[in-house]
């Protein structure tokens, strides 16, 4: 359904190292430069048959925010996979928030997840749902 995530970066080197990092113990590749019709970079990581996740520096030349109440998140294949990803998270400039990694239980049973923020403040997930 979606084609793609984007979020903002006020320091998209800073954030092409979190994100390389990162999304790298999901296995993907480091990203494309995309350079906007205004001049303005943008880190395309591609999915292919996915979603795709973007990081773009804001077109409008205003600082990059973060949306309150929106989360990206991203699929683990494992419980070991979700510590990972907050582990590598937090050591490339990431930011540990809400309850540790590990089990929640939801209506879809018990899940494994982790909440962290990017160097930009956007808030991420590593979710693991079994199955």
Not at 51 to 80: H, K, L, R, Y
Request: hydrophobic share 35%; aromatic share 6%; proline share 8%.
């Amino acid at each position: 359904m979606l084609f793609h995530t984007m979020v903002g970066s006020n320091d998209i080197e800073r954030s092409r190292q979190f994100y390389n990092a990162v999304l790298g113990v999901l296995g993907m590749p480091e990203p494309m430069n995309n350079i906007a019709g205004s001049g303005h970079m943008r880190l395309f990581y591609p999915n292919p048959g996915g979603t795709n996740f973007i990081v773009t520096q804001p077109i409008n030349d205003e600082p990059a925010t973060v949306a309150n109440g929106a989360t990206v998140a991203f699929s683990c294949n494992s419980p070991e996979q979700v510590q990972q990803f907050h582990d590598v998270a937090v050591a490339n400039g990431g930011t540990s928030i809400e309850d540790a990694p590990g089990p929640r239980e939801s209506a879809m049973g018990t899940i494994h997840l982790t909440y962290v923020r990017d160097p930009d403040g956007n808030k991420l997930c590593g979710i693991h749902i079994p199955g």
